[in-house]
């Protein structure tokens, strides 16, 4: 089995900044693409930003130019940097990694989220 964890939400006043974390543990062989996603009160589940095995990312557009993802391979942990915070960033946030499994194929597996709060 897998398990995400994540960690580095809060509260933050716009303009602020976060840094959230994802570190995945269990039975891993390998790891794809890892992502952040989120949703917000009666919306639905968007992707924040993804990144591949060998670094390549892709960001929506809400937060190009704000929000820097990144990972530890050696650590197998995901990172967000999220900095010029808005109060449409409010949300909770999830972490996701595609993971092939020592016995295992590859599957989707999500974290429990942490509630990112930007007050104006």
């Known amino acids: 089995q897998v398990q995400l964890v994540e960690s580095g939400g809060g509260l933050v006043q716009a303009g602020g900044s976060l840094r959230l974390s994802c570190a995945a543990s269990?039975?891993?062989?390998?790891?794809?693409?890892m992502g952040w996603y989120r949703q917000a009160p009666g919306k639905q589940r968007e992707l924040v930003a993804a990144?591949?095995?060998?670094?390549?990312?892709n960001y929506a557009d809400s937060v190009k130019g704000r929000f820097t993802i990144s990972r530890d391979n050696a650590k197998n942990t995901l990172y967000l940097q999220m900095n010029s915070l808005k109060p449409e960033d409010t949300a909770v946030y999830y972490c996701?990694?595609?993971?092939?499994?020592?016995?295992?194929?590859?599957?989707?597996?999500w974290g429990q989220g942490t509630q990112v709060t930007v007050s104006s």
């Open positions: 269990g039975s891993i062989f390998s790891i794809a693409t």
């Open positions: 996701n990694a595609n993971v092939a499994g020592v016995l295992t194929l590859k599957n989707d597996y």
């Open positions: 990144i591949t095995s060998g670094g390549n990312t």
